[in-house]
């Protein structure tokens, strides 16, 4: 079992930038490595959403049209840790924010697909208002 923690939300105004943090444990041991690791949020009302994928060795990486130039996933391999980098922030980027770890790669078709994510962190709140 994989246990995800996301960190780094708040309270932001419009045009302003956060980065979140996505770190994997198991006992005590990192093994965010080991799985490709997607972003999703979920804004008031609304369903789950897909906003980000990375594969293991961070070579394939897809957007959502919605924060694609905004948005950008990296991997930071020596924590295990995966980040999204999120600029130009707008109201509607408010949201729960959680990060979600998968055995299999991730492809252009299902990178989005929450059924495919096999570990899901708690996630993290992110308000954008002025």
């Known amino acids: 079992q994989v246990q995800l923690v996301e960190s780094g939300g708040g309270l932001v105004q419009p045009g302003s930038s956060l980065r979140l943090s996505c770190t994997g444990f198991r006992f005590d041991r990192f093994e965010l490595d080991a799985y490709a690791v997607g972003w999703f949020r979920q804004a008031p009302g609304k369903g789950r959403e897909g906003i980000a994928s990375?594969?293991?060795?961070?070579?394939?990486?897809y957007y959502a049209d919605f924060v694609k130039g905004r948005f950008t996933i990296s991997r930071e391999s020596a924590e295990s840790t995966v980040h999204l980098q999120m600029n130009n922030l707008k109201p509607d980027d408010t949201a729960v924010y959680y990060c979600?770890?998968?055995?299999?790669?991730?492809?252009?078709?299902?990178?989005?697909?929450?059924?495919?994510?096999?570990?899901w962190g708690q996630g993290t709140q992110v308000t954008v208002s002025s």
């Open positions: 979600a770890a998968r055995s299999s790669m991730p492809g252009a078709g299902d990178w989005d697909d929450e059924a495919k994510y096999d570990f």
């Open positions: 990375v594969s293991k060795s961070a070579g394939r990486r």
